[in-house]
């Protein structure tokens, strides 16, 4: 269903700003094709299991803040993980949580990536281009890092 070079990005995240700043970091990754944006946890699993939203292509790549009004990240993590079509699903956590509990916690449920927010376009254009260099992404092709990166 996808096509050759058709790369997909769901950012969930309640903060305008930082929505603005992450989609301004994404449109800088020529390997994306389509941001597609959320503002709260219901929403993106609206997304995934609304059944009018069934024709929708599923992103490669989930990029998920933990601090979402209706249902927190960790809801949303946990029943992406709860589906066997999308457990697989490379989810990255960015946000301004450094909780180690939250880290753990994170990790435990399978993330690709834990960063840490920095409200800068170019800092967060480095670290989008650090998560396994996209340009290697695929669902085919998971050979993800688990790492925190706590700065």
């Not at 946990?78 to 909780?99: A, F, H, Y």
């Not at 990790?107 to 650090?130: C, H, M, Q, W």
């Amino acid at each position: 269903m996808r096509k050759g070079n058709d790369f997909r990005v769901l950012l969930v995240e309640d903060n305008p700003d930082h929505a603005i700043i992450a989609k301004m970091a994404l449109k800088k990754i020529d390997k994306i094709s389509h941001v597609e944006h959320v503002d709260n946890g219901k929403k993106a699993l609206d997304y995934f299991f609304d059944p009018q939203s069934s024709a929708r292509l599923l992103p490669n790549l989930t990029i998920l803040d933990l601090n979402l009004p209706e249902l927190d990240g960790f809801e949303v993590l946990k029943e992406i993980r709860n589906d066997k079509n999308l457990r697989n699903l490379p989810v990255v956590i960015l946000t301004t949580s450094k909780n180690e509990c939250d880290v753990k916690k994170a990790l435990e449920l399978g993330v690709a990536e834990y960063f840490i927010k920095p409200l800068n376009i170019d800092r967060l254009t480095e670290i989008l281009n650090s998560i396994d260099e996209i340009k290697n992404i695929s669902n085919d092709n998971l050979n993800w890092r688990t790492m925190s990166f706590i700065r």
